[in-house]
């Protein structure tokens, strides 16, 4: 096979009439010959964090539309399927991955549970780590997030980054915020990239101490226009990332879009092709072609280097999308999962005025609220008056302080309840059984009766998402593991849209209300989040009263 075009030459910073030959998958010739064709040839595109189960696909599903954007690999951390199903979720990653053409990357989750201050489905210990280390099928150690035990020394944590080391596999970081002497242990501790940076001066330090920073993009944390004037002078040592991604943000692009974006701010091009397609298979040692003789076909052909519209992928020699359409054939798939409790009632969601004494006087007193931050992980802690009606504290849908629900998945205990500001509804509730990092049930809404009707609407189906407003509800079954849809993507993206859509309709003012629910129960990223058992500071690291003493 020959295929013509201008090739890009990242290297060498160079662009040139040519020609490819592929034989049996792999490049054997790349020879400069005069053509017409206008058309660009360049090394495939490669999201350098990202987990699968955000997309609500398995890897099979996630990459029939992935290619459609000239996406070629991915170094996939399957955390979210490992706090449900410990190793053999990860196992199942692998195996249904290998199954499509694309080239799956997957890591060793380092942290499941992410703490001890939550109810996961499965533990991970480090001689789980040193068995998974040990396989060829994983090329790295997962975002270590639990930075404080790196800091303190815990034996465990410091058992499995020394696992990778044996097995010469990089370790992944995930520290926001770390700055100063923190951060500078936290690196020595072998430990090479992190994707949390937020703001341009953190990225900067961490760039400066020897570290890698990934510029992520996802459908909730978006970084990229603070850290994007970083690349022109570091591109060597950034990647870009989108770490989680809905199905219907997926269907509009992928890492292409944040080539175009950078190419809009007048960032060299070769420069950001570096990052968006080379570094990750240098550092990660990634079984990807380059464009290079010898290397496996892996490359796009694309209209322009402006916006990257992608009119083919190859991935080793095979033709896999072309014009928007996807040659990734479906493949059938087993749905494990890990969901065992029954239907709730609405008074599991109910908070007495006191709990020691019930009938006190329904003056209001002060509560920690969360503060959800549109395109942000962290959240702030703010405090609120309570409103309390009938001796009970309800959401003040005035104020925009709504209740907000963590119900353990795993086993029937009482929910966690606490309050949250910003999603902005109205009427009704949203819940969703995708919640970092353990994956219980999450759930916001303006009344406890509707809250309690969306969480039940979750078990009824064995995980999913939904929005609920009296007798009429929407929702996306999700029984791959509670995270994932056994639905193609398209599909699934529609679902997803049509929630979405009823969710705003309610008044949520948020850009992606489920993907910024599904964050608000994650507690290594600060401040304050709920979990299954209680309202937690990322701050201090330990549990806090919902009243403010």
């Not at 961490?206 to 970084?223: C, D, F, P, Q, Y």
């Not at 060597?236 to 770490?243: K, L, P, R, T």
Request: with cysteine; charged share 25%; hydrophobic share 40%.
């Amino acid at each position: 096979m020959q295929i013509q075009g201008q090739i890009v030459d990242i290297e060498k910073k160079r662009i040139f009439s040519g020609e490819i030959t592929v034989e049996n998958g792999k490049i054997i010739s790349i020879i400069e010959k005069n053509n017409e064709t206008k058309k660009y040839i360049l090394p495939g595109f490669i999201d350098a964090h990202i987990h699968i189960e955000s997309s609500m696909l398995v890897p099979s599903e996630f990459a029939k539309i992935a290619v459609l954007h000239g996406t070629v690999a991915t170094i996939s951390d399957p955390h979210e399927i490992a706090n449900v199903l410990g190793k053999e979720g990860v196992y199942y990653m692998i195996e249904n991955g290998k199954k499509v053409p694309l080239k799956f990357h997957f890591g060793a989750p380092s942290c499941v549970p992410a703490t001890a201050f939550e109810t996961a489905g499965a533990i991970i210990d480090s001689e789980e780590i040193k068995e998974l280390m040990a396989s060829p099928d994983i090329y790295y150690l997962s975002e270590m997030m639990n930075y404080p035990g790196v800091l303190f020394d815990d034996d465990e944590v410091l058992k499995k980054i020394a696992w990778a080391k044996h097995f010469d596999k990089p370790v992944d970081g995930h520290a926001p915020g770390l700055r100063g002497e923190p951060i500078k242990k936290y690196i020595s501790a072998g430990i090479t990239t992190d994707h949390e940076c937020f703001t341009y001066d953190e990225a900067k330090e961490k760039l400066s101490l020897g570290m890698k920073v990934i510029i992520r993009e996802g459908s909730a944390a978006k970084n990229f226009d603070a850290l994007i004037d970083l690349l022109p002078e570091n591109y060597e040592n950034m990647m870009f990332c989108s770490d989680d991604k809905h199905p219907d943000d997926l269907i509009l692009g992928h890492i292409n879009l944040l080539c175009a974006r950078a190419v809009a701010k007048g960032i060299d091009v070769f420069k950001i092709l570096q990052v968006a397609c080379v570094n990750p298979v240098n550092h990660y040692k990634m079984k990807v072609g380059l464009l290079k003789e010898n290397d496996a076909a892996d490359f796009i052909i694309v209209e322009d280097l402006v916006n990257f519209k992608v009119n083919q992928t190859y991935i080793n020699g095979e033709l896999v999308a072309e014009n928007g359409q996807s040659f990734v054939k479906h493949v059938d798939f087993e749905t494990p999962n890990n969901f065992n409790i029954t239907e709730k009632e609405i008074s599991d969601f109910q908070i007495p005025r006191s709990a020691s004494n019930p009938s006190v006087s329904e003056q209001a007193k002060q509560i920690r609220v969360i503060e959800a931050l549109e395109g942000q992980l962290i959240t702030n802690e703010i405090h609120h008056n309570s409103l309390i009606k009938n001796g009970k504290l309800v959401s003040d849908i005035d104020n925009d302080i709504l209740k907000m629900a963590v119900v353990n998945r795993y086993y029937n205990t009482k929910p966690a309840v606490a309050f949250i500001k910003n999603f902005g509804l109205k009427k009704g509730a949203i819940a969703s059984s995708v919640a970092h990092d353990c994956h219980n049930i999450v759930v916001v809404g303006t009344s406890d009766e509707e809250i309690c009707n969306a969480v039940n609407l979750i078990i009824k189906n064995t995980g999913g998402i939904c929005a609920v407003n009296g007798n009429q509800n929407k929702s996306l079954a999700l029984p791959v593991a509670g995270i994932m849809s056994d639905k193609d993507g398209w599909e699934t993206g529609k679902l997803y849209q049509e929630i979405d859509a009823m969710a705003k309709d309610l008044g949520s003012t948020l850009k992606a209300p489920f993907m910024t629910l599904s964050f608000m129960a994650l507690l290594v990223i600060p401040d304050l989040k709920l979990s299954d058992k209680g309202l937690f500071s990322g701050n201090t690291f330990s549990f806090v009263d919902l009243e403010v003493e």
